[in-house]
Structures are given as structure tokens and as C-alpha cells.
């Protein structure tokens, strides 16, 4: 599952989202080596992990942690899907401004994407019960804090309209 899964990141990260995006900042050198960098040596970690070291039950894909650490994997996957496809939706073609995000989980947080983002990665450490993967969920959860807090901030600073109950990335919480 984790080869497949970091497959999917990897090709959805930079093949599909980069032609999707509208009137997007180019990417700088530094952050796109770093990205490369985290990708390539998670992916390995969590792969390597998983086909050479984890031992499972022949019955783990049917035990409730597995099954519920699936399902939030998957609830974390279309949330982040849905809200990507929010925010790409913001600007017609040829704007490059920014608007406030409306919609799904916007209207409960900021970073609506990295919500989602997070909450996958929970659900895998769960269905993989390993260290590797609690991990990456905590590491993805404190990047994606930092960001999200930044664009919460912003956007507190920039559009007076801003709704106020709006939490930075973890709803009614955070
Ligand atoms: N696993 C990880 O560690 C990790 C780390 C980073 C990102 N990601 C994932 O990668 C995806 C993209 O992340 P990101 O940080 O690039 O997302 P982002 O900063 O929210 O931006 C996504 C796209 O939407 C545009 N956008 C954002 N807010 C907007 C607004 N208010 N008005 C108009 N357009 C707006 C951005 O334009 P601009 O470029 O002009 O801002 C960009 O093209 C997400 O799914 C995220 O979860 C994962």
C-alpha cells in the first residue's frame, strides 16, 4: 500500500497539481530541492520500512485499526482534494490576486488543504501502526501548521471581511 501510496503523492504533486494550478508563484530552487529531498528520503524510509521490517497479523487488513486508520486516510485524501480544487478555483484565468476561500472545510479553517493533508497521514500511521509512520504524520502536521498559520495571519491582515470564528487548521480547536 505505501509504495502505491507514495507513488500517488509523488505523481500528483508534481505531474498533476503544478498543470492545475492558476496564476501560481513560480517555485523557488531552494523549496523545490527541499520538497525532492523530503519526498525521495520519506518515501524511501516508509518503503523500505514496510516491504524489509513490519511484521502484521495475516488478519491486519480486516482489525479495526487498520480499517479506521484506512477510512481517515481516505476521508484526509478527498478533503484535501476538495480544498486544493477550492482554492484553484479562486482566481479566473489570467488573475493572480487572491480572494477569501469559501466552502467546505474553509469555512471551519485556513488551511482547509493541509487539514486534510494531515488527517491522511494520520489515518496511515494508524493502518501502519510504526513509528516511521507516526513520524511523518507529526513532521507533515508541524510544516503544515507553520504554513497554515501564515496564510491565516495574511489573510486576517488583508481582508477585513475575514469570517473570525475561522481556526488556523484544526476545526473548532487550532
Ligand atoms: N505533505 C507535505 O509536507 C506537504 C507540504 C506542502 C504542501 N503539500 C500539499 O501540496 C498541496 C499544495 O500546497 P501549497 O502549500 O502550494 O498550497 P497553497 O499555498 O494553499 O496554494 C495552492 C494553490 O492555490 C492558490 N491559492 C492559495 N490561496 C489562494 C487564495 N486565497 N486566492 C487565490 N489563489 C490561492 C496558490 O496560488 P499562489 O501560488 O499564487 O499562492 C496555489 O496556486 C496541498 O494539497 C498541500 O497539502 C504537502
Known amino acids: 500500500m505505501q509504495t ?11 505531474l498533476i497539481f503544478p498543470y492545475l494550478i492558476r496564476g501560481g508563484k513560480p517555485t ?23 516491504s524489509q ?3 502484521y497479523a495475516d488478519d491486519w487488513v480486516t482489525q479495526p485499526r487498520f480499517l479506521t486508520g484506512f477510512a481517515l486516510w481516505l476521508l484526509g485524501m478527498l478533503i484535501n482534494i476538495h480544498s486544493d480544487h477550492i482554492l484553484r478555483n479562486l482566481r479566473k484565468p489570467g ?8 466552502g467546505g472545510l474553509f469555512e471551519y479553517v ?23 509512520g507516526g513520524a511523518f504524520a507529526l513532521f507533515t ?3 503544515l501548521l507553520a504554513r497554515a498559520n501564515n496564510h491565516h495571519q495574511w489573510y486576517l491582515e488583508k481582508f477585513e471581511d475575514y ?11 487550532l
Not at 523557488?28 to 530541492?33: E, G, I, N, P, V
Not at 469570517?163 to 480547536?173: E, G, H, N, Q, S
Open 4 to 14: 502505491q501510496n507514495t507513488f500517488c503523492v509523488l505523481f500528483s504533486c508534481t
Open 110 to 132: 485556513s488551511g482547509a488543504n493541509y487539514f486534510g493533508e494531515t488527517v491522511e497521514w494520520c489515518g496511515f500511521a494508524l493502518a501502519s501502526w510504526s513509528l516511521q
Open 95 to 102: 488573475e493572480i490576486g487572491y480572494r477569501i476561500p469559501r
Open 53 to 55: 521490517y513490519a511484521v
Open 163 to 173: 469570517p473570525k470564528f475561522r481556526k488556523i487548521i484544526i476545526p473548532f480547536l
Open 28 to 50: 523557488l530552487l531552494y523549496s523545490w530541492a527541499m520538497a525532492f529531498v523530503f519526498c525521495t528520503y520519506n518515501g524511501y524510509l516508509q518503503s523500505r520500512y514496510l
Open 141 to 143: 502536521f508541524c510544516i
